[in-house]
């Protein structure tokens, strides 16, 4: 048994790798080098789609692994302490993934840096984005009544970064976002959402009705980090990446696949700069 699970994981990230790895390869080869993202041409073509392969195997394996302990909120959950001198922090993360997708950065900003961390799993099957941002309503406020704090963080990755945008243009809450940070959002959508399972997946369509709803919202006055990588596998055309509203700063990773944005510690580091920028450690 344990052995035709781990076959089934191999062949799922394999599928995916390969899948998403030549939609991408067709991308960047309609790319100029100062497109943002940028394009590759020649020899750094080859090499940069050989690493985003490797970069979204890898990362894919990590979020197949750990996607079952996200339904143990008890393995994942740091007890904040009582008025922490720092602003919590929300994460939301991607389709078809749990909470266990922040584990590295709740280890990072969390456990090493004293900060309050929370994070939420929804069902990618049986929730639209409406009822995501109602969970990330729920949590800000559990977030705000255990830590004592007025404000919070938010940090999403993928669709978790659009189903934030969602939240800061719907609910009475928005008003205690300090600043958003997105890893690897399809802001525009993504051609790949056709090829989703389940009516969340396939609302992030360029033309889906998630992405609609976003491009007529409002969008708060707030510092707003849009973190993307120039092999992101997932999203295609890569230019979607990048928000169509002005007031995003944009902040260019190193060349690695959508999943591996998790992971990276060059990533996670600076994610827990900005943090401290916005909110210095007292």
């Given at each position: 048994?344990v052995f035709?699970?781990?076959w089934?994981?191999?062949?799922s990230?394999?599928?995916?790798?390969?899948?998403?790895s030549?939609?991408?390869?067709a991308?960047?080869?309609?790319r100029k080098?100062?497109?943002?993202?940028?394009?590759?041409h020649g020899v750094?073509?080859?090499?940069?789609?050989?690493?985003a392969?490797?970069?979204?195997?890898?990362?894919q394996?990590?979020a197949f692994l750990?996607?079952p302990f996200g339904y143990?909120?008890w393995r994942?959950?740091?007890?904040?302490p009582?008025n922490?001198?720092?602003?919590?922090?929300?994460?939301?993360?991607?389709?078809?993934?749990?909470?266990?997708?922040w584990?590295a950065?709740?280890?990072?900003?969390?456990t090493?840096?004293?900060?309050?961390?929370?994070?939420?799993t929804?069902?990618?099957?049986f929730?639209?984005?409406?009822?995501?941002?109602?969970q990330?309503?729920?949590t800000?406020?559990?977030?705000l009544a255990?830590t004592g704090?007025?404000?919070?963080?938010?940090?999403?990755?993928?669709?978790g970064?659009?189903?934030?945008?969602?939240f800061?243009?719907?609910?009475?809450?928005?008003?205690a976002?300090?600043?958003?940070?997105?890893?690897?959002?399809p802001?525009q959508?993504?051609i790949?959402a056709?090829?989703?399972?389940?009516?969340?997946?396939?609302?992030?369509?360029p033309?889906?009705?998630?992405i609609?709803?976003?491009?007529?919202?409002?969008?708060?006055?707030?510092?707003?980090?849009?973190?993307?990588?120039s092999?992101?596998?997932?999203?295609?055309?890569?230019?979607?990446?990048?928000?169509?509203?002005?007031?995003?700063?944009?902040?260019?990773?190193a060349?690695?696949?959508?999943t591996?944005?998790?992971v990276?510690p060059?990533?996670?580091?600076r994610?827990?700069a900005?943090l401290?920028?916005?909110?210095?450690?007292t």
């Amino acid at each position: 048994m344990v052995f035709a699970v781990l076959w089934l994981i191999l062949f799922s990230a394999t599928f995916v790798t390969v899948t998403s790895s030549i939609f991408l390869f067709a991308d960047i080869l309609t790319r100029k080098s100062n497109d943002i993202p940028r394009g590759f041409h020649g020899v750094a073509l080859l090499k940069t789609v050989v690493l985003a392969a490797l970069t979204c195997f890898t990362g894919q394996l990590i979020a197949f692994l750990s996607i079952p302990f996200g339904y143990f909120p008890w393995r994942l959950r740091k007890p904040a302490p009582s008025n922490p001198p720092q602003t919590p922090v929300v994460f939301v993360h991607g389709l078809y993934h749990s909470s266990a997708a922040w584990f590295a950065y709740r280890f990072s900003i969390g456990t090493r840096g004293k900060r309050p961390t929370y994070a939420l799993t929804y069902s990618s099957y049986f929730r639209t984005a409406a009822h995501i941002s109602k969970q990330v309503e729920s949590t800000v406020k559990t977030a705000l009544a255990e830590t004592g704090h007025k404000r919070v963080f938010l940090v999403g990755h993928s669709l978790g970064g659009l189903c934030i945008r969602r939240f800061l243009a719907t609910s009475p809450y928005a008003q205690a976002v300090a600043g958003v940070i997105t890893l690897g959002t399809p802001h525009q959508g993504s051609i790949l959402a056709h090829l989703a399972s389940g009516q969340l997946g396939r609302s992030i369509k360029p033309e889906g009705t998630l992405i609609a709803e976003l491009s007529n919202s409002p969008e708060p006055d707030i510092p707003k980090f849009c973190f993307y990588s120039s092999i992101d596998n997932m999203v295609i055309p890569g230019k979607n990446l990048i928000p169509c509203k002005k007031g995003w700063t944009l902040e260019e990773t190193a060349t690695v696949g959508h999943t591996f944005l998790l992971v990276h510690p060059p990533v996670i580091r600076r994610v827990r700069a900005i943090l401290n920028e916005l909110d210095p450690i007292t």
